[in-house]
Nanobody
Framework: QVQLVESGGGLVQAGGSLRLSCAAS????????MGWYRQAPGKQREVVAR???????NYADAVKGRFTISRDNAKNTVYLQMNSLKPEDTADYYC????????????????WGQGTQVTVSS
């Protein structure tokens, strides 16, 4: 059983910062790409940032220069540092990871966290 548990969401004023964390636990052999997605009310879920196991990153245009994704492979954890937050960043933020588990061999599965709410007030 594998779980992704997010933390760090909350209410912040525009221009402020938050740091999200997502820790993976369970019968993990290895973790490949990890990422953060967000879903605002009435909108589809969208990618925010992704990071490969080797540390290569990519970002949505809306967050480039303001958000930074990083990971600690020893802790099976991915982070999202969010600076210069705007009201339009308000959304539920979800962690995602492709995790290799031992299940009659090595198999990669897609996992999602439960989400953490970020609210940016103007």
């Amino acid at each position: 059983q594998v779980q992704l548990v997010e933390s760090g969401g909350g209410l912040v004023q525009a221009g402020g910062s938050l740091r999200l964390s997502c820790a993976a636990s369970g019968s993990i052999f290895s973790i490949n790409a990890m990422g953060w997605y967000r879903q605002a009310p009435g909108k589809q879920r969208e990618v925010v940032a992704r990071i490969t196991s080797g540390g290569n990153t990519n970002y949505a245009d809306a967050v480039k220069g303001r958000f930074t994704i990083s990971r600690d492979n020893a802790k099976n954890t991915v982070y999202l540092q969010m600076n210069s937050l705007k009201p339009e960043d308000t959304a539920d933020y979800y962690c995602h990871a492709y995790i290799v588990v031992v299940n009659y061999g090595l198999n990669e599965y897609s996992y999602w966290g439960q989400g953490t709410q970020v609210t940016v007030s103007s």
